[in-house]
């Protein structure tokens, strides 16, 4: 299987190219500029597997939530893509993706917390679970709030312990500590998601029947008030 996998929701702009259970990826941390960067990382990555796009099973991306520009980007450029190409996309949640990186990371850690830096005093956060093939499973739905409306669920108040707090939300608010304040199985308070991820996530996504047209490839934001003016990452 070939799976393209790109993300610009956060400040990591990012490409991977899974093939058969390997992957290249590119991977830069933006302020400003991931429209000209994810393209050249595409192109790289395709040079360097010597494959072109219609060599491909899907266009993965990260469909959100994150800055409102990333990902309106990331997924007009994997319809284009894919529309191009004759190919389905498969949108793949970058908090999911954030949560997948931590659990790789943490291979003893069978839960996370994920949350990620929404601005306006707010953040993107989900609860996930490690499902047996090692993959993230949302638990609960995705939110945006303010850091102290953050909740585990009920059981897990009970053993913190296995709970691993991922993303740079938990650097930006440091009072979201307090949610694992028991003693988390770990911080990893510098993680944002990225195209790695992404790709390991869509591959289940594809043999489960679940890509789309590229037409249905559709951002989510979460928050409603997107076009409120706030501080960018790009």
């Not at 650097?171 to 993680?191: I, Q, V």
């Amino acid at each position: 299987m070939r799976i393209l996998a790109i993300d610009t929701a956060t400040e990591s702009c990012s490409a991977a190219l899974w093939i058969d259970g390997d992957v290249i990826a590119r991977e830069k941390r933006l302020e400003r500029g991931h429209a000209s960067q994810i393209l050249f990382m595409v192109d790289e990555l395709l040079r360097e597997a010597a494959i072109t796009l219609r060599a491909l099973g899907a266009v993965a991306f990260g469909r959100g939530p994150g800055a409102f520009t990333g990902v309106r980007l990331a997924a007009s450029i994997a319809q284009g893509l894919a529309f191009g190409s004759d190919l389905p996309v498969v949108p793949v949640s970058d908090l999911r993706a954030l949560a997948q990186r931590a659990l790789d990371l943490e291979p003893e850690a069978p839960r996370v917390l994920a949350c990620m830096d929404a601005r306006m005093s707010e953040v993107y956060w989900g609860c996930f679970v490690r499902n047996r093939e090692d993959r993230a499973d949302s638990l609960g739905g995705e939110h945006v709030g303010a850091a102290r409306e953050v909740r585990l669920p009920a059981p897990w108040t009970v053993s913190p312990s296995l709970v691993c707090g991922a993303g740079v939300g938990f650097a930006a608010y440091p009072e979201l500590r307090r949610t694992l304040a028991a003693g988390p199985a770990a911080f990893l308070d510098d993680l944002l998601p990225r195209a790695h991820e992404i790709a390991w996530l869509a591959v289940a996504e594809v043999q489960g029947g679940r890509a789309l047209p590229p037409e249905q490839g559709l951002p989510v934001y979460l928050r409603d008030d997107v076009t409120h003016k706030r501080p960018s990452g790009h």
